[in-house]
């Protein structure tokens, strides 16, 4: 097997995901409630200072975090907001929730499960 054969193997398949990603439907609630869902996951990992600013403030700062988080918690609001506005974003998460669920219905196994690592021995 040749690097080039091996290239134009990874491009087909890569090019039969597009495909096969093109021609899946999705159903109301995968499009609005399941990956904005995802959406709102990858921003807080994306934002993770700022989110980690906020709580560090809103834990220092107890009853009266309202007052004086404002700083934080506009800074993280910007930053959420940035990410859930972007179309390109929606995209990516769109196809990484295509790909998860074609995953899914080829293996039966749901994502959680497949990254969760498996006991080696008993």
Do not use: W
């Not at 495909?19 to 993770?48: F, G, Q």
């Not at 990516?92 to 929730?97: G, R, V």
């Amino acid at each position: 097997v040749t690097l080039v054969h091996f290239c134009n193997v990874l491009r087909n398949t890569s090019s039969m995901e597009t495909a096969n990603s093109e021609k899946v439907h999705l159903r109301h609630v995968e499009t609005d409630v399941l990956i904005p869902k995802m959406m709102r996951e990858k921003a807080k990992e994306l934002c993770d200072e700022k989110v980690q600013a906020f709580n560090h403030c809103c834990k220092e700062s107890g009853f009266f975090m309202v007052f004086k988080c404002r700083e934080e918690n506009a800074a993280l609001k910007e930053c959420l907001t940035l990410h859930y506005k972007d179309p390109a974003f929606f995209e990516q998460c769109k196809q990484e929730y295509i790909r998860e669920k074609l995953e899914f219905e080829r293996t039966g196994i749901p994502t959680k499960s497949r990254k969760q690592k498996l006991p080696t021995s008993m």
